[in-house]
Every structure is written in structure tokens, then in C-alpha cells.
């Protein structure tokens, strides 16, 4: 089982430039997240999608836009790279958006901006 | 801001077990209590998560006491695999009131060293 795939799992940017991280879950899972995830720090919740075709934001939004493509993907998309957008980027999944189940995360994506 | 507190680290050696607290004075009556663990450069690796009873799976076990307010994650037997940090959790609510999600709020955690 894959589980939560996310991809790239590296990716250096130049300060301006855009990129989409993808995130696919398959566990037919409702409920799908983005956090980043600091040096030294725990994660904070960027964006969620409680279910497919909503979207909402969470504790650090601005410079990010998602999109629940389908039930399976949820992707994230920096549309100006900024230098304070490096960090470890990661998506999760759980059956439902009640916060009484377990969430599944990917294995992050390493974002660096110069 | 976490609804939860952890000493930020601890030391166990290896084979012995690891008893690994958490405050939680705020939570509800309906919240589950989640553990977590980090492992270093992987994502969050659900470990145990329960309500009232105390709770045993593969990974730990899980007692809470009996007011909520605090749990301990009981590693049996401390190995160096088990090095990481581990985070105590609860749900808190993102949204409005005709919209909105349960999320999870992570604090610091606790970084626990396995010594050989």
C-alpha cells in the first residue's frame, strides 16, 4: 500500500518562480491537508480540504493556493517562491475531517528558495 | 496555540521502557487523545490515539487518566529505532460555524534519545 504519495521530493527555486507540489492518497480518504514543517518546529496546517471539491485555509495561507483535483489529489502551489516559503512540505490524509482519526502523512517534499 | 504540554526531551536506554507524558487540561469530553512520532526526515507516523480507557496496540500503549487531563505513551522496550520526536495531540476546530474542519494543532513535541 502506498498510502500518502507526495512528489517532488526535493525541489530548489529561484526567488519568483512558481511550482506545484502533488500529493495523491490512496485510501479513498474524504478529508486531505497541507502543512509545512519548519527547522526545530511542529507542523502548521496551511490549507485542508474536508472533502473533494472544498477547500479552505488554515493557520499560514497566504502565499498558497491549493486544488482537490478528485478524491485522490490534493495539490499546493506557490505562485511567487519566496526565501520564507523554505521548508519541509507535508500532506496528509483521514477518513473524515472529525479530528478523532488517524491522519496519514507523506514523507514530505524538501523546499529550498534562493 | 497546542492544546498540549511535553518536556521538550527525554533519555532512555536502550531495552527499557519509556514512559512519556502529556498535559491536556483543556480538552473536551469528545476529544481523542493522538500520539504521533517524527523520525528523522520522514513525515508524522500515527503511533495510538484513544478516548477514556487506556489502549494497547503493536507500536505502545496508552494510559489516560481518569479526569483526561493528562495521558503517558508507554514504549515497552526502548529501541534505537525508536529515537524521534513524539508529539501528544488533540483536535481543535478550523472554521466557521455553518463550515469548517477539525484539525491538528502540533506543538514542539518530545525529542527522546535511546542510548545503547
Known amino acids: 500500500n502506498a498510502g500518502v504519495t507526495q512528489t517532488p521530493k526535493f525541489q530548489v527555486l529561484k526567488t519568483g518562480q512558481s511550482m506545484t507540489l502533488q500529493c495523491a492518497q490512496d485510501m479513498n480518504h474524504n478529508s486531505m491537508y497541507w502543512y509545512r514543517q519548519d527547522p526545530g518546529m511542529g507542523l502548521r496546517l496551511i490549507y485542508y480540504s474536508a472533502s473533494e471539491g472544498t477547500t479552505d485555509k488554515g493557520e499560514v495561507p497566504n502565499g498558497y493556493n491549493v486544488s482537490r483535483l478528485n478524491k485522490r489529489e490534493f495539490s499546493l502551489r506557490l505562485e511567487s517562491a519566496a526565501p520564507s516559503q523554505t521548508s519541509v512540505y507535508f500532506c496528509?490524509?483521514?477518513?473524515?475531517?472529525?479530528?478523532?482519526?488517524?491522519?496519514?502523512f507523506g514523507d514530505g517534499t524538501r523546499l529550498s528558495i534562493l | 496555540d497546542a492544546k498540549t504540554t511535553q518536556p521538550n526531551s527525554m533519555e532512555s536506554n536502550e531495552e527499557e521502557p519509556v514512559h512519556l507524558p502529556c498535559n491536556h487540561s483543556?480538552?473536551?469530553?469528545?476529544?481523542?487523545i493522538h500520539w504521533y512520532r517524527q523520525l528523522p526526515s520522514q513525515g508524522p507516523e500515527y503511533v495510538i490515539h484513544?478516548?477514556?480507557s487506556n489502549v494497547n496496540n503493536r507500536m505502545a500503549s496508552l494510559a489516560i487518566a481518569e479526569d483526561r487531563k493528562s495521558s503517558t505513551l508507554i514504549l515497552h522496550r526502548a529501541t534505537l529505532r525508536d529515537a524521534a520526536v513524539y508529539y501528544c495531540i488533540l483536535r481543535d476546530y478550523e472554521g466557521g460555524t455553518t463550515s469548517g474542519t477539525y484539525k491538528y494543532i502540533f506543538g514542539t513535541g518530545t525529542r527522546l534519545k535511546v542510548l545503547a
Open positions: 496528509a490524509s483521514s477518513e473524515y475531517g472529525t479530528g478523532n482519526q488517524p491522519q496519514h
Open positions: 483543556t480538552i473536551s469530553g469528545t476529544d481523542y
Open positions: 484513544g478516548l477514556t
